[in-house]
C-alpha cells in the first residue's frame, strides 16, 4: 500500500504542476522538474531546504525524498548543499535512501551512503532499505546495499 502511495505521490508530482508562487511550492516544481540550478537559486534566495511539501493531503513529505525517489541524482547533490535533513523521512517514516533504493537509483543510493545517510533506519512497517531495494528489483542497488550491512 505504501509504495502504492509512493508511485502514485511520484506520478502526480510528475503530472503537470503549475508554476506556484510560495518558495516551497517553486521548489517543489523545481525539484521534480529536475532543475538543480533553479532549486539552487530558490534555496539561496531563503527557501527551506527541509519544508514539508504535501504532495497528497495528509501526506507531507521532503524535498530529499522526493528527489531521491525520482532518481535527480544533481537535485540531491544541491538539496544536501544547502542544509537538506539527509535522513528526515516522510509521513512513512521513509528516508531519502530508501526512497532511492526503492526506485533503484544506483548512483542516489551511493552518494547519499557516502554522505551519512543512516542505512539501518526503518519504516513505518519496520522495512529497512534493503526492503526498499527488494521491492525495486534492481540487482545491482540489492548488491551494494548488501555490501553495506
Keep these: 500500500m505504501k509504495k502504492l502511495l509512493l508511485v502514485f505521490a511520484l506520478f502526480l508530482a510528475s503530472s503537470s504542476m503549475v508554476w506556484a508562487q510560495t518558495p516551497t511550492q517553486k521548489v517543489y516544481a523545481a525539484v521534480v522538474k529536475d532543475k538543480p540550478a533553479d532549486v539552487d537559486a530558490l534555496l539561496g ?30 537535485v540531491v547533490k544541491v538539496l544536501l548543499k544547502n542544509k ?12 531519502p535512501l530508501m526512497a532511492a533504493a526503492a526506485n533503484g537509483s544506483l548512483d542516489v543510493v551511493q552518494f547519499l551512503l557516502t554522505n551519512g545517510a543512516n542505512p539501518k533506519a526503518r519504516d513505518k ?25
Excluded: C, R, W, Y
Excluded at 51 to 72: D, K, Q
Excluded at 84 to 95: G, L, V, Y
Design 84 to 95: 537538506a535533513q539527509i535522513d528526515k523521512t516522510d509521513s512513512f517514516q521513509m528516508t
Design 45 to 74: 534566495a531563503g527557501a527551506d531546504a527541509n519544508a514539508p511539501v504535501e504532495m497528497m493531503p495528509g501526506f507531507p513529505t521532503t524535498f530529499l525524498v522526493i528527489a531521491a525517489g525520482n532518481g535527480h541524482l544533481d
Design 125 to 149: 512497517d519496520g522495512k529497512d532499505m534493503l526492503a526498499a531495494a527488494k521491492e525495486g528489483e534492481n540487482e545491482d542497488v540489492i548488491k551494494l546495499i548488501k555490501s553495506k550491512l
